[in-house]
């Protein structure tokens, strides 16, 4: 692909547009980022040299206008009621009519007919539809994110904690980043990945009282996983004001991780991107500002009140 062509990212103010986004940016193509709201975000977007487009994924006429001209297209769109089928027909739509060639989509790797999660069943169903359209298709279906260790994470000056409903159910977390050179790979170079399914994943599968102790060697304190129950957890997102479709998700996943849907080690990140995923130890190094911020325990309140 040439550099001249013109690259379309959405959800390019989240944990894998952000960074693809820059990739692209700095390997010399012209980037379109398409962004929910104008913020800070998508103003350091716009300080990189990306064209910026506001507007909404359930939008048909905002998305169809940032397709013109678009080659290729990252298609991601977050864990929200009601929304990924019609973003999905939406996006093929524009896409198709306005002869883009490819689109990388961000799946999951629980993504299956029979998943218990609307939202992974329904990820299932998006691919399935995207695999209709002419355009080249990529679907990437990545284990947890290495993220969580951030969202999860609560310390006091003495450790660290990680409260999670995953049993010693084992994954090797992947990073935004390393997800980002992935999908800037095969923006850049379609033809090889059509029609794939990648599941996705980061340098080591651990369980949690592993990454704990790799997150405290890293950090030089204690780091404790402290196992959660589903449902305990579950009222705990509740009771934060998560959404009853983010609640259902994560119940299933969770389950999903402690059956084994979520484990695997692979070489996918390194083979299509050319460089080998982040360890445990290096995600804490690139933010080790977040892991040394004192804060209160991620569920701790709400569990007390579970
Ligand atoms: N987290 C995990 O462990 C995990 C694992 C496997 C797969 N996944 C998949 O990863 C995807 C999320 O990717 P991510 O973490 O990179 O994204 P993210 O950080 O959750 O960000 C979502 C992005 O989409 C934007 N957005 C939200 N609603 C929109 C709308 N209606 N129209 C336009 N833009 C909208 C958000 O903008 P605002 O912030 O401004 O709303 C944000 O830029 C989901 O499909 C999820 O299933 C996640």
Redesign the pocket.
């Known amino acids: 692909m040439s550099a001249d062509q013109l690259l379309l990212i ?9 960074p693809t986004v820059e990739n692209l940016l700095q390997a010399g193509h012209r980037v379109r980022a ?4 104008a ?1 800070q ?1 998508s103003e350091e977007l716009a300080d990189l040299g990306a064209e910026i487009v506001e ?4 939008d048909f006429h905002a998305v169809s206008a940032a397709m013109s001209g678009v080659s290729a297209a990252y298609f ?5 009621p009601g ?2 089928l019609t ?1 999905t027909t939406i996006f093929a739509q524009a896409a198709s009519e306005a002869g883009v060639a490819a689109v990388v989509n ?5 993504a299956r007919r029979e998943a218990k999660s609307h ?1 992974a069943q329904q ?1 299932w169903l998006a691919e399935r539809l995207l695999d209709r359209s002419a355009f080249r298709t990529t679907h990437l ?5 290495a ?2 260790l951030k969202w999860q994470w609560g310390s006091n000056a003495n450790e660290g904690v990680l409260q999670l409903p995953f049993g010693d159910g084992r994954h090797a977390p992947i990073s ?1 980043r390393d ?1 980002a050179n992935v999908i800037a790979a095969i923006l850049q170079n379609p033809a090889p990945h059509d029609r794939q399914i990648y599941p996705l994943v980061g340098a080591q599968e651990l369980d949690h009282y592993a990454i704990a102790d790799q997150m405290a060697d890293t950090l030089g304190i204690p780091v404790r996983y402290e196992p959660v129950e589903i449902p305990a957890f579950a009222a705990a997102l509740t009771a934060q004001g998560r959404t009853d479709f983010f609640v259902q998700h994560i119940s299933s996943v969770a389950q999903d991780y402690r059956d084994g849907i979520f484990a695997g080690e692979n070489d996918l990140v390194e083979v299509i991107s050319g460089h080998k995923p982040m360890t445990v130890a290096d995600f804490v190094n690139a933010n080790r500002a977040v892991f040394q911020h004192s804060g209160p325990y991620a569920v701790g309140d709400q569990l007390a009140h579970a």
């Open positions: 959405t959800g390019a103010t989240g944990n894998t547009g952000a398409f962004v929910h709201r913020d975000r507007g909404d994924l359930l991601c769109y977050p864990i929200a929304g990924l973003a961000m799946s999951q790797i629980s939202a990820h279906r990545p284990t947890f994110f993220e969580w935004g997800q």
